[in-house]
Structure formats: structure tokens, C-alpha cells
């Protein structure tokens, strides 16, 4: 890492976690770092699993927990995709999608989102027809999808399982920015196939800590076999992220300040020849920009010590996504934009 760079680029948290988690590491019973969890004992795989599955009134035994959502999405894939086994995944996505069925020798099939003046959209009709067309073995939906920002209506999700009931569906929810239980526990009771991940990377500010969790229907006894951790997992995680869980004003706050900044780069990129940026329901903004001025902006803002992501893939090539920082890592990328494209003029 660079000295005093302020780093944008990774859709990570800048503004940390709850302080409630520094305090955890801080009061730590050091002896406990030598024992597995004795959670077992009570027929749950951990604390963490316990209190998620509290959380979204579910069994225990249909949250599983792994490092990351990443890894969440890596297992289902290997426990259900098996060589020349078709992956439904969205054409503008997180690049890890693109890879992660080629790990087992299966196929990536991509549906189309729709691209709107200011916004992307799910397509509901291409998805199904495509589903019907190429029968995958699982879909993948990002809400909000990385890199473009945008969730799925309830309704066109609901569509989507109702067509889908015997396919396993994986709702990816890394970018849920609420810690919301309720709508997830009604889908998971309908729809067995379902299954939901989240992180603690992205809203809870959490990324080193590597924890993701998955939340399932009923119909994933073999997910359950196969993601199955007898001794337990990482005491001292479990205890920040039950912390972070605890924490719900806190992380409210953030929330809300990345809302308001939102609106300020909705306003001051919009208003300048070159920039267009669509709306996120997520912690990152998507924009795109005129291609000319990639090159020399990039350069612009390293020089302030500013690092963005300029995205290189062939579908978005002339688009850049914005990490939201804290409210004055923003006020000085707004700032250094709007020069930039008045020294440009
Ligand atoms: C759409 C999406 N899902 C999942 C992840 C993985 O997050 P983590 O493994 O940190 O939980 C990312 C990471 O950026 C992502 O963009």
C-alpha cells in the first residue's frame, strides 16, 4: 500500500468497523485463542451461526459460514456444478463469476442486464428465456450487482423463483446495505432452492476479518454436508462480528452518510460534459465516462493520491467505479474531478 493513499478502488469500508469490534480485540480472553468452540456441544456449529440463525428465524443447521461470501460462492459452486454444468450469471458482474465455474469444468451462460440512461436493470424476460434455453444447474443474482449498483425488484425476484423452483438460486446480498431479516426469512419459507449470501466485508466494514455467511431453503442438505466445519471456526471473527451484529446505530449512521454522498456525486459528475453516473443501491457508484480522458484522468487523480478503479473488461471499458469513502475522502474526489475537467475545458 501506498503512503497516504486513499484507496477507492476495492468497495471496501472506509469508514471501519463499530467500535464495539476494536473492543472486542481489546478485552480478549487470550486463553480462549487455544481451545475449538465447545458450541458444538449444543448441536450448533458456533456462536455466529446461532445468532444469524436467531437473526433470520431459520434452523441453524441452514446457515452456513465460510471466509467471505467469496468462499460461500466458491463451495456451492463445487457442491452442486459438476463438469459441463451450466452457471447462469449476469453479463455485467463481479469478474470472480466469470471464473468460478470454469474451477469445477462447468459453463458460464451470462443473461443480459438492461442499460438505462442512469440506471441498469434485471431483465426478467431474457433471464427466463434463457433459463428455459440452456436448463443451468445454478443461477447467480448480485443485488446490487458489482460493478453496476442496481438490485432487483422484489417482484421481478419473485418472478424469477417462481419460474426457477427446481434450479438452485443464489442471491448474492454482499452489497445489502441494511441488515434486514425479514423479506429473506418469507423467501427463504417459499422457496426451498433459495439460498442467500451476505458478508461482513462490505456493510459492517469488515473485510480483513474474512466472514460471509449463507442462509438456505429447505433443500440443501448436501450444502450443509458439505460446508460442515467440525472444530468450529475463527473464535476471535465470530466475536467482532457478533459485535458488529450489536452495533446497528452505528452502522445506520454510515449508511446513511454514503446516501447523502451518493446524491453529491449523482449532482456534481452529472453536471460535467464527460461523466454520467448511475444510480447504486450499493456502497460503490458506477460511471461512465468519455473514453479520451481515461488515461489522463487516472493519471490526475494518482497524482493526488486518489485511486479509483477504471474498469478494463470489454462490456465496460470506458466506465470507472467509485468506492464511497468517508464524507471528506468524497468531498476531495469530487473536488479533484471537477478540476480536472475544468483544466480540461
Ligand atoms: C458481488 C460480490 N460478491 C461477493 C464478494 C466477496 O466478498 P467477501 O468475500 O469479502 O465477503 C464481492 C467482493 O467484492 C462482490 O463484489
Known amino acids: 500500500m501506498s503512503e497516504n493513499m486513499i484507496y477507492l478502488d476495492r468497495n471496501e469500508n472506509n469508514y471501519g468497523p ?29 456462536i455466529l451461526s446461532e445468532r444469524i440463525a436467531k437473526d433470520f428465524e431459520i434452523e441453524e443447521s441452514r446457515v452456513a ?7 460461500l460462492l466458491k463451495q456451492i459452486v463445487q457442491c452442486y456444478l459438476g463438469a459441463d454444468d451450466k452457471l447462469m450469471i449476469p453479463s455485467y458482474s463481479w469478474w470472480y463469476y466469470k471464473k468460478i465455474a470454469d474451477e469445477v469444468g462447468g459453463k458460464n451462460v ?23 434455453q440452456e436448463k443451468p444447474k445454478i443461477i447467480f443474482i448480485s443485488s446490487p450487482n458489482n460493478p453496476t449498483g442496481n438490485s432487483i425488484s422484489k417482484d421481478d425476484l419473485h418472478l424469477v423463483l417462481e419460474a426457477t423452483k427446481n434450479t438452485i438460486v443464489v442471491l448474492d446480498e454482499a452489497y ?16 426451498d432452492r433459495l439460498v442467500v449470501v451476505r458478508t461482513f466485508s462490505k456493510y459492517f466494514a469488515l473485510a480483513g476479518v474474512r466472514i460471509g455467511y449463507a442462509v438456505q431453503g429447505k433443500e440443501f442438505s448436501e450444502l450443509t454436508k458439505f460446508t460442515q466445519r467440525y472444530l468450529g471456526f475463527n473464535r476471535l471473527s465470530e466475536e467482532i462480528a457478533i459485535a458488529a451484529l450489536n452495533s446497528p446505530k452505528y452502522y445506520k449512521d454510515v449508511a446513511s452518510k454514503m446516501n447523502e454522498d451518493k446524491e453529491l456525486f449523482y449532482k456534481e459528475l452529472n453536471a460535467l460534459d464527460d461523466f454520467n453516473v448511475f444510480k447504486s443501491d450499493a456502497n460503490f457508484i458506477l460511471v461512465e465516462i468519455n473514453p479520451e480522458i481515461k488515461k489522463p484522468l487516472k493519471e490526475f487523480l494518482l497524482a493526488r493520491k486518489l485511486s479509483i478503479k477504471f474498469m478494463n473488461e470489454e ?10 469513502g468517508t464524507q471528506e475522502q468524497n468531498k476531495l474526489l469530487v473536488e479533484a474531478i471537477k478540476e480536472f475537467a475544468s483544466v480540461k475545458i
Open 18 to 46: 463499530a467500535p464495539a469490534c476494536y473492543e472486542v480485540l481489546k478485552t480478549a480472553d487470550l486463553t480462549l485463542l487455544s481451545w475449538y468452540t465447545k458450541a458444538f456441544e449444543r448441536g450448533v456449529k458456533s
Open 65 to 71: 459460514l465460510g471466509y467471505g461470501a467469496e468462499d
Open 110 to 132: 451470462e443473461y443480459p442486464l438492461i442499460k438505462g440512461k442512469n440506471e441498469f436493470y434485471y431483465d426478467v424476460d431474457a433471464l427466463l428465456k434463457l433459463y428455459e
Open 176 to 191: 445489502v446495505f441494511e441488515d434486514d431479516h425479514k423479506y429473506v426469512n418469507n423467501l427463504l419459507n417459499k422457496f
Open 315 to 324: 462490456v465496460l471499458n470506458s466506465h470507472l467505479r467509485i468506492t464511497l
